[in-house]
């Protein structure tokens, strides 16, 4: 008897690709701004008011973070889905993991949302 | 069959193959589990944000110390293994080059090992209590 197929369909395969390609300039971006050229020496700890200052610099902050953090979301939840569905879990379970991810999703783009909001 | 069987079936196949496709393909998938909890944690300490200036710059102050800047080294690291092993991945499907993927493996390790000398140098002055003191700007 044919296996079900781990991954049923090639949409989220593609979407995990193109996110992870954007991903790769997003985020060695986000690291050499907020974590890795942070001088601490020059610029002292992280703050409301650097953060403040950082995002408020250019306005393509704004359009960065509203591609960026959807994109790390979903490929964060897809990816870990991923690899449940390579396990091959029975319906019930895939349902109840997916329900999950979407709601963790959407979670976690709606906070990211009104944490940057309070930034910018 | 039980969960804890087909883990069993996937220790055994890491065991039966030990080659560099397959320490990738594990060693993608363990930091890609890995940065998605950082991804949670970071979403989360960051919401402070939400309370206002004085609720972000207590929360930040607990994670802004030498022990988190060198997790922060371990999360850059996982950062840059599955960015780089993730190009490999692509570059070998769409370009058809899975001939190619052992000699890309090792670009993407010559390039790791520069980046993480980079993050080490760049993280240094993080190591130290005394460079703490500053309250910003």
Known sequence: MPQKAASQSLVPWLLQRITGLFLAFF?????????????????????????????TASFWWQVYYFLFVPMVVYHALNGIWEIIADFRVSTGWSFLFKAMFW????????????TLSNLF | M????????????????????NFSFWLHRLTGIGLSIYLVMHIFVLSSAIGGP??????????????????????????FLHMLN???????????????HKTLFWIITVIFIAVMILTLVLQWPKFFMENYTGGGN
């Open chain 2, 86 to 100: 993730g190009l490999r991945i692509t570059i070998t499907d769409f370009f058809a080059w899975s001939r190619g």
């Open chain 2, 54 to 79: 004085e609720s972000f710059d207590k929360r930040m102050g607990q994670v802004q110390n030498p022990f988190f800047a060198v997790l922060e080294v371990l999360l850059i690291a996982g950062v």
């Open chain 1, 103 to 114: 709601i963790l999703g959407i979670v976690l783009i709606v906070v990211a949302a009104i």
């Open chain 1, 27 to 55: 985020l060695v971006t986000h690291l050499n701004v907020h974590h890795l050229f942070h001088d601490i020496t020059v610029e002292g700890i992280i703050s409301f008011a650097l953060v403040q200052e950082r995002l």
């Open chain 2, 2 to 21: 039980k969960f804890s069987e087909k883990l069993k079936g996937t220790a055994q196949d890491v065991n039966l193959n030990r080659n560099i496709g």
